[in-house]
C-alpha cells in the first residue's frame, strides 16, 4: 500500500496494488498546503499531520521562522472519502502516532519541543503527552520493545537553528532578517546542528533511552526505525540512511 499526496491539486490517494483511489478531495474549508506524516488506525481510517496552512513544502523554512500555530491534524475515512479536523493552532505539527490504547494518538509539534496526546473521540482535551524536549523532534515511531522513539533532528547546541529559535523568538523582525540571511547562504545552514540524539520513551512519556552523538556523525535525524536489533534513521534535508547496531 502507497499513500501519496499530489501537488499542486493537493490531494490525497491510496494505491493498493493495480488500483489508485482518492482518499479525499480537499475543498474550501480544506485548503490543504502540505502533509508530513500519517498513520493508519485499525478501522482503517487515516490520521494526517499537516504542518501549515500558509506554506508550502518549498517553503518549509519560512514556516520554521514564523514559528507560528499554523498546523492541524486531520482524521480521513479512505471508504467514504469524509474528513474532520481533530486539532488546529498546532505549532509545526511533524509525526503522528497512535497510542497503544487505542483511543488517542501522539502528535509532534516540533517547534514547541514536545509531544502532545490527542483523544480520537469526541470527548476529552488535549494533553502534553512529552515537554521540554533537549532539542526539535521530527516524526515518532513505535519501538518493538514497548514505547516509542523520538529523533531529535535539531539539538539546543549554540546552531543557527537554536539561536534563531532560542534567543530571537520575541523579535519576529530579527527572524525576518535571519530567514532572509539564511536563505541567501545556503538553505542547509538552518539545519547544521553540532549533534544528534534519538530518545525513546514509555507508553507514560518517561525517557527510558537515549542515544547521542557528540561528534554529529548521525546528524539532522528526521526519523528512526527499530527492527532487527539495529536502529535505522534518515534525514529530510541529507541523502543519507544511518544503522546502530543497540
Not at 513505535?142 to 534567543?167: A, H, K, M
Request: hydrophobic fraction near 40%; charged fraction near 20%.
Amino acid at each position: 500500500m502507497l499513500l501519496s499526496w499530489t501537488e499542486p491539486e493537493s490531494t490525497d490517494s491510496i494505491c493498493p496494488p493495480g488500483a489508485v483511489k482518492k482518499i479525499f478531495v480537499p475543498d474550501s474549508r480544506l485548503k490543504s498546503r502540505a502533509f508530513d506524516d500519517l498513520d493508519i488506525l485499525p478501522s482503517g481510517n487515516i490520521i494526517t499531520s499537516e504542518f501549515s496552512l500558509k506554506y508550502s513544502l518549498d517553503e518549509l523554512n519560512k514556516e520554521l521562522f514564523e514559528a507560528r500555530p499554523n498546523g492541524r491534524l486531520i482524521l480521513a475515512n479512505p471508504k467514504t472519502g469524509m474528513w474532520k479536523v481533530l486539532a488546529d493552532g498546532l505549532h509545526f505539527p511533524n509525526g503522528v502516532q497512535l497510542h497503544p490504547d487505542g483511543k488517542s494518538v501522539l502528535l509532534v509539534e516540533s517547534t514547541r519541543a514536545r509531544v502532545l496526546r490527542v483523544p480520537l473521540g469526541e470527548n476529552g482535551p488535549v494533553t502534553v503527552f512529552v515537554d521540554g524536549l533537549p532539542g526539535y523532534p521530527d516524526n515518532i515511531r513505535t519501538s518493538p520493545r514497548g514505547g516509542f522513539w523520538i529523533p531529535v533532528s535539531n539539538v539546543r547546541d549554540g546552531s543557527l537553528f537554536s539561536l534563531v529559535f532560542e534567543r530571537m523568538g520575541q523579535w519576529p523582525f530579527i527572524r525576518r532578517v535571519a530567514y532572509r540571511v539564511n536563505s541567501l547562504i545556503s538553505g542547509l545552514e538552518l539545519t547544521k546542528t553540532k549533534s544528534s540524539m534519538l530518545l525513546r520513551v514509555d507508553q507514560q512519556g518517561q525517557t527510558v533511552e537515549v542515544w547521542h552523538d557528540p561528534h554529529n556523525r548521525v546528524f539532522n535525524v528526521a526519523e528512526v526505525c527499530e527492527a532487527d536489533g539495529h536502529l535505522f534513521t534518515s534525514s529530510y534535508f541529507l541523502p543519507y540512511v544511518g544503522k546502530i547496531r543497540l
